[in-house]
């Protein structure tokens, strides 16, 4: 039996977000199947609706907040939410700090969703639930195929910010170290939590496409052989918006976690712009 068998299972909550269920829905099933694989058990929280991301929040505040808030307000007591978006973790947790400090926005909470807020509602990036739960007892070496990729690990710019809401574990270096049990190597670069232009790839495309130009152009003059993303929104402005001649692939992390357990599906590189099943066909991990 492997280590990832004998590790107790644990059930968490899970918000999707929009991005991984419709978008990214690559990295909404090699999220689920990887968790499968770790003893993790994704319960998605009933009838959820978007977390108030910048289409919302940067018009108004308060409907934004109150988006938050519903879905924070649909998570059970007694389990971690945890979420595979660096701007769904924001906004959930930037709601949960105006609910700390502001009794207008508890009394506001009850008001709407008839029930206090939850102060104990512990909402984790997946990177932080993976530090959590120690994944080096979890993954096992039987059942796991090394992956012979250089990559380039792509944080983007909402992991660790603000400062008010900083988790109490540095999520930088678990892509890396995570990859690097799997058999990956990861390169040193200067772009890693570069912005990638976010919600104005849609009104600004002019501004985010030499962004993205130049943090895929600085991984591959770094060794990457591919971007390995910790962030859905970030993962399609890179692809949509690229327009160089010879990109690397860019693979979201959950889909290489899944590959190494043998249970990717080849129709999630399908959904791909800038195509990896070539560079894993090169190197024996065509899924």
């Known amino acids: 039996m492997t280590a990832a068998g004998r590790a107790a299972p644990i059930e968490v909550s899970y918000f999707p977000g929009c991005s991984l269920a419709t978008t990214a829905k690559e990295n909404n099933q090699s999220l689920i199947e990887s968790c499968a694989r770790l003893g993790i058990r994704l319960v998605e929280i009933p009838d959820w609706n978007c977390c108030g991301s910048s289409s919302a929040h940067s018009i108004d505040h308060r409907i934004a907040f109150d988006l938050a808030c519903r879905n924070l307000a649909l998570a059970p007591a007694g389990r971690p939410l945890v979420t595979a978006c660096?701007?769904?973790?924001?906004?959930?947790?930037?709601?949960?700090?105006?609910?700390?400090?502001?009794?207008?926005?508890?009394?506001?909470?009850?008001?709407?969703?008839?029930?206090?807020?939850?102060?104990?509602?512990?909402?984790?990036?997946?990177?932080?639930?993976?530090?959590e739960i120690d994944w080096r007892s979890r993954i096992g070496n039987g059942d796991v195929v090394p992956l012979d990729l250089t990559f380039a690990p792509y944080y983007g710019c909402m992991l660790n910010r603000p400062a008010a809401l900083r988790p109490s574990t540095d999520h930088h270096g678990v892509m890396?170290?995570?990859?690097?049990?799997?058999?990956?190597?990861?390169v040193l670069w200067a772009s890693s939590t570069q912005c990638?232009?976010?919600?104005?790839?849609?009104?600004?495309?002019?501004?985010?496409?030499?962004?993205?130009?130049?943090?895929?152009?600085?991984?591959?003059?770094?060794?990457?052989?591919?971007?390995?993303?910790?962030?859905?929104?970030?993962?399609?402005?890179?692809?949509?918006?690229?327009?160089?001649?010879?990109?690397?692939?860019?693979?979201?992390?959950?889909?290489?976690?899944?590959?190494?357990?043998g249970s990717a599906r080849r129709d999630w590189f399908s959904r791909h712009l800038i195509d990896p099943r070539p560079l894993l066909s090169r190197k024996g991990l065509a899924a």
């Open 86 to 131: 660096p701007s769904c973790t924001l906004r959930l947790k930037h709601a949960q700090h105006l609910l700390r400090h502001d009794a207008g926005a508890r009394g506001r909470y009850e008001t709407l969703w008839g029930r206090p807020y939850d102060p104990d509602l512990h909402v984790r990036h997946f990177f932080g639930l993976m530090v």
């Open 176 to 186: 890396e170290r995570v990859l690097g049990d799997l058999g990956m190597r990861s």
């Open 196 to 261: 990638c232009g976010t919600f104005l790839t849609v009104a600004r495309p002019d501004i985010v496409t030499p962004k993205v130009n130049a943090i895929l152009q600085n991984a591959a003059d770094s060794g990457a052989e591919c971007v390995v993303t910790a962030c859905a929104m970030c993962h399609m402005n890179l692809e949509v918006r690229c327009t160089l001649k010879a990109p690397i692939p860019i693979f979201h992390f959950s889909e290489l976690i899944a590959l190494a357990f």
